[in-house]
C-alpha cells in the first residue's frame, strides 16, 4: 500500500539514503570507517558480513536509533539530524526485538503502530495478517504465538505502512519456508513499486529483482 | 514540516490517543497491574501498626507521613513496567522511530501509568488513613494533596525509569536515583495533612504542589525523551 | 569564541595547559593549608562557649560551601555534554561526582563531630543537615547511575541529563527542608549570623581555609580528570608518545 | 544414582560452590548491586523524620519500627533480580536441566542474594537507629534481629519471585506476595527491639526467629524450586 | 568429548529416547496426538514443521521442561519421570534463549555451565571457544556481543559437555556461514561417537551422515 505520489518521483540519480564517510568503533575495534553508499528508490539492498561486523550496529546508525558515530546520513539529500520527522515518517525499522507486545493480540498491536504512523482499517489488518500466513491468529495474544508467529505478526507491519524504505534485521530467522518466501515477495513488490529495502539476514535470498550488496567484512 | 505529501499522516493528537489506549488496555489485560499498587499501599500501610505501634494516639500523630511515605513507595514500585515491557520486545524503538513528537508519546504514557497505579491509591486513601486514625477533618486535604502530588510522582519517576530502562541490573537503582528527588512533594504533601489538625492555612501547600505539578508537567517528559533517547542507544 | 571553546575543548589542550598551572596551584594550596591551620589551631582564642571543637569550623564550613557548589558544577558540565557534545566537559563531570560526594560527606562528618559536643548529638534533622544529607543522595544516585551503564557515551550522556534534573532540584530540596522545618524546631540549629558577629580574628583564618579548601577542591578534580583524560585516550597518538616520553 | 557410568559426574557441592560464585561475581560486576539496597535503605529511613516529624522523642519510639520496616522493603525489591535474568536469557532452564538437587541450586543463589542485600543492610542499620535515636541499649537487639530475620525475609522472597518470574508483569506483585508472609518476622523483630527498652527478656523473640530461620532455611528453597519448575513451563 | 564407555553401548535396537502416544494441546489447538519415535545412538534427527506447528513445544516437552502433555517418554527404556537425573546427565539442551548471560564473560557462563555437568580446564574452554570461531573473545562480557557471536559462545557448550542427548531448537538463527558450517559438522561428529541430535531448523541441514526427519505437520 505504497500511496502513489511515491512512484512519481522516480528518479534514480537523486539517491534516497546516503552515507558519507560513516565511522564506528566499538569497545577499541572499530567496525567501519570510511564507508560511503546511497540507496536509490528501487534498490534492494543486503547488507553481508560474518558475526560481529556490524551489521546490526550500522541499521540502527541508519535509522538514527544509535548516535555514537561519525560521519553523515542524507535522506533525500538532506541531513537526517536537521529533520527527522520527514525521514521516519518515510522509514519503517524492524530490528532483532521485533517490536510486537506479547500482552496485546496481533490485531491490537498492529493497530497501535499504525496509528503512529498511517491510520488502518481493521478490514485492513486482516487482510494483513492473512497475506503473512495469520488469518485466524489476530484476536491471539502474542504470547500464545510461537517465535516464527510473533515474526510474522512484525511483517505484517510492512503491508500496513506507506514508509518508503525498510529496514530489516534479519527478518527471516525462526521463519519458515513459506513464511521465507511471503516475505521475499513482499520485499520485491515494494522495491518495484519505488521503495528501498535495507536488510541483513545469513541466509540465501533468491528474489526476481536484482540485489545490492554490502560487504562489511574486510 | 513534511516534504512527503504522499504519506498519509495520523496527527499527533491521534497518536497520543492511541499509545494512550494501548498502555491501558495492556494494564487491564494484566489485571494485576491494577490491583498490585493498591494492594502495596494497603499492605506497606499496615505494616506500621504491627511494626511500629498500635497505639492510637501514637498512630494518630504519624499516620499523616506514613500514609505519603506509603504512596510514595507505592508509586515509585509501580513505575518499574512503565518502559520495561517495550524496551524488551522492542515497541520502544518504533516509538522512538515513529514521526510524532516523542513530548506526547512520553505524556501519553505516563498519564496511563497515574491513572492506573496513582490514581486508585489517592481513592483508597481515606480509608487507610482511617485505619491510622487520621483525624477526620484531614481526609480531604490528604486526597488533595495526594491527587496533586502523585502525579509528579509517576512524572520524576518516569525520568528515572527512562534512565535505567536499557539496564541488565534493575530494581533499586530506580529508587535510589527518584527517591531523593520526590522529597519535596513528600514533606509538602505530609506537612500540608498534619497542619490541618493545626488549624494553619493551606493555600501555600497547594500552591507549592501545584506548581511542582505544572513544572513536571511541562519539562519532566522532555527529561524522559531524552533519557529514552538515550538509553536505546 | 567558538574555536576557543572547540579548543578548549580538547583533552589534549587540557592536560598540557593543566600540567603548567598545576604545580602553582599545588604550592597555593600547601601555602594556605599550613597557615590556615596554624592560625585557627593555635592563635585563633578559645570560643567561649565550645572550647576548642569549634576549630572544626575552619574546616567544616569551607567543606561545607565547596559541597553546595558540586551540583551545580555537575550540571553545566552536564549541560556542555549535551549540547556540544564536549567529551572534556564529561570527564571532569564523572570526576567530580565521586570527589564531591566524598566532600559532602565529610562536611556531613565533620558537622556531626562538630554537632557532638555542641549539642549533645551527632545528628539532627535539622534543615541545612538534611538537605545536605538528600544531596549526598543525589550524589550517589549519579554515581550509581554512571557505574550501572556500560557503555562510556550512553553513560556520559544519562549523567548529565541526571545532573541537569538533579541541579533544579536542589534548590526545590533545600526550600522545602527549610520550610519544612520551620514546623518543628530540631534540638538546636545552626545559626551563621554568629560567626557574622565574630571579629576579624575569626573569619580572616577563615578565608584562608576556604582559599586552601578551594585549592584542595580544584587540585584533586583537576588530577582525577587529567587521569581521566590519559584512560580514555590511550589510544591516542600524544598519549601513545607521553607515556612512551614516561618510559625513558 | 547415575548408571551411566561413562559420564564425568561433578559433586553436587563444586556445583553448589559454582553456583554461589557465579552469582556473587555478576553481583561484584555491577558494582551498584551491592550499593543499591543499602542506598535504598537509608533513603526510605530517612524519608520518615521527613514525612512524620524530626521530633527526637517522637522518633525514638517508632524507630525500631521503621528501620525494621525500611530493612524489610530494602531486602524485598533487592529480591527483583534474584531469577529474572537468568530467566530471560534462558539461564535458568539450564539450571533446571542440570543433573544437580534444585534444592541446593536454589539455596546458592537465595545464600548470595543474602550476603549482597541482606547483610549489608544489617551493618548499616545501627548508624540509621542512631539517626532516629533509637535507646542505644537496643542497637545489639536491632542486629541480631535483623541477622536472623533477613534470611528468612529472603528465602520467603525467593519463593514470590519465583512464582512471579514468569510474569511480563513485575516488581509490586512480588512484594504483594511476599509482604504478608515476612509478616511475622516482623512482628517479632520489632517487638524484640521495642521491648528492650521496657527490659523484658528476649530469649523468646531469639527462639521464635531462630526457629523461623531453620524451618525457612529447609523448606523455602524446595518451595522455590518447585515453584521455578512452574514458571518456566 | 564423548566419554568411552558410551560408544561401547551402541546396539541400535534399544532407541536412547523413546516417545509414546505423546498428546498436546495448547490453547484449544492440538498440536500433535498419538506421536510415537525413537532416537537411537547415532540419529542425527530433524524436527520439522511451519511455524506454530510444535517444534519448540515438542522439544521443551522431551526434555521435561514443559510438563502440559500427555503420553509417555523413556530415556533408555526408563520413564524419564522416575530418574530423571540420569536423564539429564545426559541430556544437553539449548532452546531459542541459548541461556548465556550477559554481563558474564564467555568463559564465566561456560566455566558456571560447565560445573554444573562435566569438570573443565580453561585450556578446554579456550579451545572450545576457538573451534566455534571465538578465539579472542573469551574474555569480553557477552553483552558487548553480537547476537551471532552470543549464539556461538552458547554452541561452545557443545564441545565442553559429556551429554550423549543434544536438543537443539532452532541453533542456526544469527549464524553466519561458517557458523552453520561449524555447527553443522560438531553436529555430525557427535552422532559418529554414537551420541544423538535432536534440531529443529527451518534451514538446509547438509550434513555428512544421514538425516532422519520428524515432521508435525499434518
Ligand atoms: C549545607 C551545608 C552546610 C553549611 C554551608 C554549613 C555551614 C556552617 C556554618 C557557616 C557554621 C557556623 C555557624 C556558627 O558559627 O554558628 C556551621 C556550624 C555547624 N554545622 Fe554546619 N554547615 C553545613 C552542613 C552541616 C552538616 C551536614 C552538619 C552535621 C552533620 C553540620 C553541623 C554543624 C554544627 C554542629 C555546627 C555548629 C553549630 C553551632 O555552633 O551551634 N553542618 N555550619
Ligand atoms: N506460551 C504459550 N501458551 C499457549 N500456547 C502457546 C504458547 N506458546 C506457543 N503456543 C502455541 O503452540 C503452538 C506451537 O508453538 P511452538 O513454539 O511449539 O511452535 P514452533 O513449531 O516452535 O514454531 P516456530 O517454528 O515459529 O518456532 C503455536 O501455534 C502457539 O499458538
Ligand atoms: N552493546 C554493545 N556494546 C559494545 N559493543 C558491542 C555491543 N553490541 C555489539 N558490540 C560489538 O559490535 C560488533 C558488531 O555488533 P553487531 O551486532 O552490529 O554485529 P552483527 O553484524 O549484527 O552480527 P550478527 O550477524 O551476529 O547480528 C560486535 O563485534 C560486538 O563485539
Ligand atoms: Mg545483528
Ligand atoms: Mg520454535
Known sequence: MLSEPLTRSENSLKPLLRASALFCERDERVLFSGLDFSVFAGDLMQVQGSNGSGKTTLLRILCGLNTSYEGDIFWQEQDIDEDRETFQASLLYIGHRVGVNKILTARENLRWSSALHAPVTDAGIDAALAEVGLAGYADIACRNMSAGQQQRVSLARLLLSPARLWVLDEPFTTLDVSGVKVLETLMAEHVGKGGAVLVTTHHQLNVPCELRRLNLDK | MNDNPGIPQVSTFSAFRATLRRDLLIALKRRNDLLNPLMFFLIVVSLFPLGVSSDPVELTRISAGIVWVSALLASMLSLDNLYRADYEDGSLEQLLLSPQPLYFMVLAKNISHWLISGLPVVLLSPLLAYMLYLPSDAYWTLVFTLLLGTPVLSLFGSIGVALTVGLGSRGLILAVIVLPLTVPVLIIGAKAVADVSLGLSLDMHYALLGAMLALSLSLAPLASAAALRISVN | ?248
Chains 1, 5 share one sequence.
Open chain 3, 1 to 248: 569564541m567558538w574555536l576557543w571553546f572547540s579548543k578548549l575543548g580538547s583533552p589534549k589542550w587540557f592536560y598540557e595547559l593543566s600540567s603548567k598551572w598545576l604545580p602553582w596551584l599545588v604550592v597555593a594550596m600547601t601555602v594556605l593549608l599550613t597557615v590556615g591551620i596554624v592560625w585557627a589551631l593555635l592563635f585563633v582564642p578559645e570560643d567561649y562557649q565550645q572550647g576548642f571543637t569549634n576549630r572544626i569550623f575552619y574546616v567544616h564550613v569551607p567543606v561545607a560551601s565547596i559541597s553546595l557548589a558540586v551540583f551545580p558544577l555537575m550540571a553545566v558540565a552536564g549541560i556542555i555534554t549535551l549540547v556540544w557534545k564536549m567529551k572534556l566537559a564529561d570527564m571532569v563531570a564523572k570526576c567530580a561526582a565521586p570527589i564531591g560526594a566524598w566532600f559532602t560527606a565529610f562536611a556531613l562528618i565533620s558537622g556531626a563531630v562538630w554537632g557532638q559536643p555542641t549539642w549533645g548529638t551527632w545528628w539532627v534533622w535539622d534543615a541545612r543537615l538534611t538537605s545536605m544529607l538528600l544531596q549526598f543522595f543525589l550524589l550517589i544516585g549519579v554515581i550509581a547511575l554512571r557505574s550501572a551503564i556500560e557503555s562510556t557515551d550512553s553513560a556520559a550522556k544519562a549523567c548529565a541529563l541526571l545532573s541537569i534534573v538533579g541541579a533544579i532540584n536542589v534548590p526545590i530540596i533545600k526550600y522545602s527542608v527549610e520550610w519544612w522545618n520551620t514546623l518543628h524546631q530540631p534540638a538546636s540549629d545552626l545559626t551563621l549570623n554568629e560567626s557574622g558577629a565574630n571579629g576579624p580574628e575569626i573569619w580572616v583564618p577563615l578565608l584562608i581555609m576556604m582559599g586552601a579548601v578551594y585549592c584542595f577542591f580544584v587540585v584533586s578534580l583537576v588530577l582525577a580528570t587529567r587521569n581521566e583524560i590519559l584512560q580514555r585516550e590511550r589510544r591516542s597518538q600524544w598519549v601513545v608518545d607521553l607515556i612512551a616520553k614516561a618510559r625513558v
